[in-house]
């Protein structure tokens, strides 16, 4: 007995949707996920600055210390340490705007007392920059170059401070510089704040001299003070003095004879670098030894 096609259950359309579904799944699977790419080797964001999203390091930077001139108006040479970021963005992502890129940093840094001191971006890049001062750790100083639209930025950023000195003159060749040159500066001499009290740190810089003084028994030097121009003039010509005389002192008691050594100060009226920068201040105050 044949049954009317009436009554045969006809196929629901949650069957073809659980079939739809199905097929989209596989293909979605049969199709490659595009992976971010990874940042360059060894690289990090900056410590004080994270990164705009969709972004990765291209290239990266790090220099204990170094100098970089800020596209200012007149050019800005600023020494310290040193990080260039270059950040790329990710293939799909979304793309931010040149003056959303620039305004995400220097927004920040005002917040934090900074100051801006350029913006010019337009919608295919450009630069902006602003600075920070650091309570203690001098001023933070950032350029943030933007180009392609806002495809890649990078980051020019220095802790301003001032170098290390690693490499010192031997007995041998700072008798033989005094007497070649007429003068040298020494900078790892270093004093209290504000005192003439040398500390320990100075110990071997005084040997070194005495040891140069002893080996040149002909050689008679002036033991000069000179200062940054934190403070009040006068104060600072009367500390440059004394900051001589305890140099004199101490070379007289390592063994050298008080004929051979006088001494004089000049506070802060021989700068040899900018004493609107914390590096240009390091590199005034000073003791040099001038060959008499």
């Given amino acids: 007995m044949s049954v009317p096609a009436s009554l045969i259950p ?3 359309p949650r069957l073809w949707l659980t079939v739809s579904l199905a097929a989209a799944l596989l293909c979605a ?7 971010q790419e990874a940042d360059a080797d060894g690289s990090k964001d900056h410590p004080v600055f994270s990164r705009m999203p969709g972004f990765y390091i291209n290239s990266y930077e790090d220099q204990e210390f170094s100098e970089f001139e800020f596209s200012l108006e007149p050019a800005r040479k600023v020494a310290g340490h040193y990080w260039n ?20 940093y220097t927004n920040l840094i005002r917040q934090r007392g900074g100051a801006l001191l350029l913006e010019d971006l337009d919608p295919s890049g450009g630069t902006t920059i602003a600075r920070l ?29 001032a170098m290390t000195q690693d490499v010192t003159f031997t ?15 020494i900078r790892d001499i270093l004093f209290d704040t504000g005192k003439a009290t040398i500390q320990p740190a100075s110990a071997a810089s005084l040997a070194m001299i ?3 003084l002893k080996a040149d028994a002909d050689l008679a030097i002036e033991i000069q003070g000179h200062t940054d121009n934190v403070g009040a003039a006068a104060a600072n010509l009367t500390l440059s003095r004394e900051r001589a005389a305890a140099v004199k002192a101490a ?3 390592a063994g050298i004879d008080d004929s051979r050594l006088t001494t004089t100060g000049f506070g802060d009226t021989q700068p040899v670098a900018d004493n609107s920068t914390d590096e240009g201040r390091a590199r005034n105050r000073r003791v040099e030894l001038v060959r008499k």
């Fill in 210 to 212: 005495a040891d140069a």
């Fill in 29 to 35: 699977a049969a199709s490659p996920v595009r992976a």
């Fill in 133 to 161: 001062p650091v309570k203690g750790a001098g001023t933070l100083w950032l350029e943030v170059h933007v180009s392609n639209g806002g495809d890649i930025y990078t980051l020019h950023i220095i802790q301003e401070s």
């Fill in 251 to 253: 070379l007289v008691k």
């Fill in 171 to 185: 007995a041998d060749s700072l008798a033989s510089a005094i007497r070649s040159t007429g003068s040298v500066a």
């Fill in 10 to 12: 006809r196929a629901t």
């Fill in 85 to 104: 970021i270059q950040y790329v963005l990710n293939e799909g992502a979304r793309k931010p705007g040149p003056l959303q890129i620039g305004r995400n």
